[in-house]
């Protein structure tokens, strides 16, 4: 059932959907599955990115889908923006769980380093945590990122990452 105010709307059950999807169901599976959270859209992908061989949507959110041999092993999220805007979570492998095209970084530091801000382009997404050891983790999406952790009394360290759309796992922050 579409919202009032479609396309204003976002699709109410997509975190529910989300989670019940995993590797290895088939098509009819999924299917089932959506309608089961109120979207009949589930369709064959006429994708430009090239990867989804299926979408379902409702109002403006958006999986995309990748089945292979008839099984589902990707699957990413999106939300249209407006006519033309559309921003997507990284794809992710649902049979490793690993996301493609977006990288953890794991950043840890000494003592010294406890409560430092870590900002990704600009904004504050975390501090540095821990008992003795200090860490954080962040997840970049494939583009071009500058990570920066500063605190006072000590010179922030600033690292640019190149995160590339075949791009997965996690890469190292050292502070020293």
Request: with cysteine.
């Amino acid at each position: 059932m579409k919202c009032a105010t479609w396309p204003l709307c976002e699709w109410r059950n997509a975190k529910a959907f989300e989670q019940q999807l995993h590797c290895g169901m088939t098509t009819e599976e999924t299917r089932l599955i959506a309608e089961r959270h109120g979207s009949h859209s589930f369709r064959r992908a006429q994708d430009e990115f090239g990867w989804a061989t299926h979408a379902v949507n409702e109002g403006r959110t958006v999986f995309w889908l990748r089945f292979e041999n008839g099984l589902l092993v990707r699957m990413q999220q999106g939300t249209e923006h407006g006519l033309t805007g559309m921003s997507a979570a990284p794809i992710r492998d649902l049979c490793s769980g690993a996301f493609i095209g977006a990288v953890r970084i794991r950043i840890s530091g000494t003592a010294r380093w406890s409560n430092a801000r870590v900002s990704v382009d600009g904004s504050d997404v975390t501090q540095l945590r821990g008992a003795q050891s200090m860490s954080a983790t962040v997840t970049l999406d494939a583009g071009t990122h500058r990570v920066m952790i500063s605190k006072a009394g000590l010179t922030p360290v600033e690292s640019l990452f190149v995160i590339g759309r075949s791009d997965s796992g996690d890469r190292t922050l050292q502070l020293k």
